[in-house]
């Protein structure tokens, strides 16, 4: 049940764009992405709902394709702050199920 | 506004031992979740509390159980470790279901050691 991510790691050059897949087998009814540096805890980025509505980021945009079963992280002109472990955690059908988080893609921002 | 605090932020524990882990949450908040992070298995979910009752529980045995206060302060007891055991402890705050499209705010975790 846990979702899939893809890549599992990337290293970008400042400045570089990168996409974060996450997929899942069952349907999906909210996709949850957090963000977690090395040594901290993981940090909210964003929510997807099936719908369409969204809650996060200003600077960091993402989709939901419900029919596919998948959402992807956009990450765009990326800094060296960008860097760390994202996870993309998924919700199934009802809104009161468990969020289930994915491996992680781990991503490196170089100057 | 505080934080999510978690003690021990460090323990080391033998084999065979138990260990109990503490959560204190977000003033406010009355979901506590618990997950065990160890590299490449990303955030496994253990359980979560609302309101001090267990709406969801992972795929962990028996040997890991929780609770929830009333004040929502929670806390997770690992029985009878074994070295597989070793890993980051997460706990998560929010408001409502964690998976009722609330953010979630983690704690610092608590690092344990089997030996």
């Known amino acids: 049940q846990q979702p899939v991510q893809s890549p599992q790691a990337v290293i970008l050059r400042e400045g570089e764009d990168a996409v974060i897949n996450c997929s899942s087998s069952?349907?999906?009814?909210?996709v949850h992405w957090y963000r977690q540096k090395h040594g901290e805890a993981p940090v909210f980025l964003m929510i997807?709902?099936?719908?369409?509505e969204q809650k996060g980021h200003d600077k960091i945009s993402a989709s939901f394709n419900e029919k596919k079963q998948q959402s992807s992280l956009y990450l765009t002109a990326s800094q060296l702050s960008y860097s760390g472990t994202y996870f993309c955690?998924?919700?199934?059908?009802?809104?009161?199920?468990?969020?289930?988080f994915g491996p992680g893609t781990s991503l490196s921002v170089i100057p | 506004k505080a934080g999510v605090t978690q003690t021990p932020r460090y323990l080391i524990k033998t084999r065979g031992q138990q260990v109990t882990l503490s959560c204190s949450p977000i003033?406010?908040?009355?979901?506590v979740s618990w997950y065990q992070q160890t590299p490449g298995q990303g955030l496994q979910f253990l359980f979560e509390?609302?309101?001090?009752?267990?709406?969801n529980k992972g795929n962990f045995p028996g040997r890991f159980s929780g609770r929830q206060f009333s004040n929502s302060r929670s806390e997770m007891n690992v029985s009878t470790l074994e070295l597989g055991d070793s890993a980051l402890y997460l706990c998560?705050?929010?408001?409502?279901?964690?998976?009722?499209?609330?953010?979630?705010?983690f704690g610092q975790g608590t690092r344990l050691t089997v030996v």
């Open positions: 998560a705050s929010s408001q409502g279901w964690t998976g009722a499209n609330t953010e979630a705010f």
């Open positions: 069952k349907a999906l009814y909210s």
């Open positions: 997807l709902l099936k719908g369409g």
């Open positions: 955690g998924t919700g199934k059908e009802t809104s009161y199920d468990k969020v289930i």
């Open positions: 003033s406010g908040h009355r979901s």
């Open positions: 509390y609302f309101s001090e009752t267990q709406r």
